[in-house]
Each structure stands twice: as C-alpha cells, then as structure tokens.
C-alpha cells in the first residue's frame, strides 16, 4: 500500500464533472490533474488556495466553483493487497493505464446508480459526483471488469476528502 496526504483542489464543471488537481511535477505554481500527476497533492494548503484561486479566475463561466481540501489517499499496489480495505468506506477501482510514451494515468471509478437507486456498474469518480463504492466487493469487481473490459491494470484506493 501506499499513502498520499497532503491538500487538493477540485474544479466543480457546469457539466457536473469534477476536476481533481495536485501540483504539476514539473512547473512549480502550477497544477496538473490528479490523474496523470502521480497522484501528487499539495503538501502546503495556502498553495492549493492561491492556485485555486487562479484557477477560479481562469475557468470563469465554465466553473461552477473552485474548492480546496485535505485528502488522504491509500491506493494497493494490485488488487492481490485489498484487504485490509475489506471493513473501510470511501473505496473507488482505480485503472492504471498509460506510461508507454507518456504520464501513468489513475482514472478513479465509483459507482454507476441508476435511477432506481441501483447499483448499476462502474462510472469515472469526475462525472458521479466523486460517489465511492459502498463495499470493498463492489470496487474489486469494478477493478476486474476494468481489467478484463479494459486489457490494462486496475486496483483499489481509499479516498478521504475533508473539504474547506
């Protein structure tokens, strides 16, 4: 397992997606998407403040709001290393794809309800509202439809956000 803490900005669309942003490995000032950042987050919280801020003046009329928030992240090294997850909540299948040519990416995926209140399969966490699985059962057979779907990697990760 490996662990990630530190503070995190999310960018709320009009479109109802959600935006997750660390700091850009490379270009200090800067923020890059959780996803392709190495899961990197902000280690000093008035940092991800004054980038969110910018980031609410650059976004303008496509941001419905900017947020800052603490965030833990545990995420397993494969799907083989999920159970000590098996009695905690806030859990999303993550994919593991990319890397050949460019940025690893960790596309997080919580539930698909339906209107019933269903559960309904699999969505990208961005577009449900950032909604985790309700059981450690439901993410791993996310995770392996993503493998078997997908033909790439996939894992679990425990995601807490504490929103300010």
């Not at 490995?25 to 919280?45: D, Q």
């Not at 806030?90 to 209140?117: D, K, Q, W, Y």
Request: net charge neutral; hydrophobic share 45%; proline share 4%.
């Amino acid at each position: 397992m490996k662990t990630f803490c530190g503070f995190i900005i999310a960018v709320h669309l009009k479109s109802r997606e959600i935006l997750l942003l660390g700091p850009h490995p490379e270009k200090r000032g800067t923020a890059e998407l959780l996803v392709t950042n190495g899961l990197m987050l902000f280690p000093v919280r008035a940092t991800a403040e004054k980038i969110a801020r910018q980031l609410a003046e650059t976004y303008g009329g496509a941001a419905a709001r900017v947020t800052v928030g603490a965030a833990e992240i545990c995420i397993a090294k494969s799907l083989a290393e999920c159970e000590p997850f098996r009695k905690l909540d806030n859990l999303f299948a993550v994919m593991i794809g990319g890397g050949e040519h460019g940025p690893i990416e960790r596309i997080f995926f919580g539930p698909r309800v339906s209107a019933s209140g269903a559960f309904d399969g699999r969505q990208e966490a961005r577009c449900n509202g950032l909604m985790p699985f309700g059981s450690l059962d439901e993410a791993e057979y996310a995770a392996g439809e993503i493998c078997r779907q997908c033909a790439c990697a996939a894992t679990i990760a425990r995601v807490v956000f504490n929103w300010f």
